[in-house]
């Protein structure tokens, strides 16, 4: 695909790459990010880099760094998109978005969501249970992985009517985070707390 931006167009302005990049590249990347996401760093930087390489077909923003290249034309990191992604499908699964008979609850299955029952816990109501897992194949699963991620989103993040709303809340929660423009740091459970009151 990146060939293909490169062969057809000459000089590419900074609004018109990050519309054939979002369109024709990173969709690739986010085609159902939530099954095979990475979690190597090796491999989370070779994913990187094909996104590093087309920030540099843009020729007034070659000469800069990855990171302000990002900051430039405003395009979040791969990780970032993915661990985004991640939340918005569990977000679709927990307000049953999808069909319940696909995504209803199940503890008798290894791989599934649970609703913490306690309801004296801090945090909002749709806090899931974190259990101990030994091997990577657990760990790394959907079910597992965004379990603290999720956790520490606030109430007025989870509290969102619909899809959208609750894409722009989270964006906006996490705004300040260094994940959003550079790949190596992890993501902050803090997140943006001067934010939260002000944020419906």
Same mark, same amino acid.
């Given at each position: 695909?990146?060939?293909?931006?490169?062969?057809?167009?000459?000089?590419?302005?900074?609004?018109?790459?990050?519309?054939?990049?979002?369109?024709?590249?990173? $969709?690739?990347?986010?085609?159902?990010? $939530?099954?095979?996401?990475? =979690?190597?760093?090796?491999?989370?930087?070779?994913?990187?880099?094909?996104?590093?390489?087309?920030?540099?077909?843009?020729?007034?923003?070659?000469?800069?760094?990855?990171?302000?290249?990002?900051?430039?034309?405003?395009?979040?990191?791969?990780?970032?998109?993915?661990?985004?992604?991640?939340?918005?499908?569990?977000?679709?699964?927990?307000?049953?978005?999808?069909?319940?008979?696909?995504?209803?609850?199940?503890?008798?299955?290894?791989?599934?969501?649970?609703?913490?029952?306690?309801?004296?816990?801090?945090? =909002?109501?749709?806090?899931?249970?974190?259990?101990?897992? =030994?091997?990577?194949?657990?760990?790394?699963?959907?079910?597992?992985?965004?379990?603290?991620?999720?956790?520490?989103?606030?109430? $007025?993040?989870?509290?969102?009517?619909?899809?959208?709303?609750?894409?722009?809340?989270?964006?906006?929660?996490? $705004?300040?985070?260094?994940?959003?423009?550079?790949?190596?740091?992890?993501?902050?459970?803090?997140?943006?707390?001067?934010?939260?009151?002000?944020?419906?």
């Amino acid at each position: 695909m990146l060939g293909l931006i490169k062969r057809n167009f000459i000089y590419l302005t900074e609004e018109a790459f990050v519309i054939l990049y979002k369109s024709l590249v990173r $969709s690739h990347f986010e085609y159902a990010n $939530s099954v095979w996401n990475l =979690h190597r760093q090796g491999l989370i930087k070779d994913l990187e880099k094909v996104q590093m390489r087309a920030t540099k077909l843009i020729l007034t923003v070659k000469h800069l760094t990855y990171k302000k290249r990002l900051l430039q034309l405003k395009l979040p990191t791969l990780k970032y998109r993915h661990l985004r992604g991640d939340m918005i499908e569990v977000f679709k699964i927990l307000t049953g978005k999808y069909n319940t008979n696909v995504t209803k609850y199940d503890t008798n299955v290894t791989f599934s969501f649970e609703k913490h029952q306690d309801c004296r816990i801090r945090g =909002h109501n749709l806090k899931l249970v974190n259990h101990r897992c =030994h091997y990577d194949f657990k760990k790394y699963f959907i079910c597992t992985r965004i379990i603290n991620t999720w956790n520490s989103l606030p109430e $007025s993040v989870i509290s969102a009517s619909t899809t959208d709303p609750f894409k722009n809340k989270l964006d906006k929660f996490w $705004s300040n985070q260094d994940l959003l423009y550079n790949y190596k740091p992890e993501l902050t459970r803090i997140g943006n707390r001067s934010f939260i009151n002000n944020l419906d």
